[in-house]
């Protein structure tokens, strides 16, 4: 999922340099939904490991 993210934040890079405002604009938003998406399964992945015990890291 993270490697997504990182996927349309280079798009939206790529898009913003060439000046496509609207496509730049959407890839930055669903790279931003990924991430956040991405982030709260890694504390939630966190979160379970060690409520059973075992090694979070």
């Given amino acids: 999922m993270l ?3 990182l ?3 280079v798009l ?3 898009a913003g340099f060439l000046g496509f405002a609207a496509l730049a604009g959407l890839a930055a938003a669903i ?3 990924l991430f956040l ?3 709260v399964l890694l504390v ?7 409520w059973r015990g ?3 890291l």
């Fill in 7 to 9: 996927v349309f934040f």
């Fill in 12 to 14: 939206a890079v790529i």
């Fill in 54 to 56: 075992k090694s979070v």
């Fill in 37 to 39: 998406i991405f982030l």
């Fill in 44 to 50: 939630l992945s966190f979160a379970l490991r060690a």
């Fill in 31 to 33: 790279a931003k939904v």
């Fill in 3 to 5: 490697s997504w993210a």
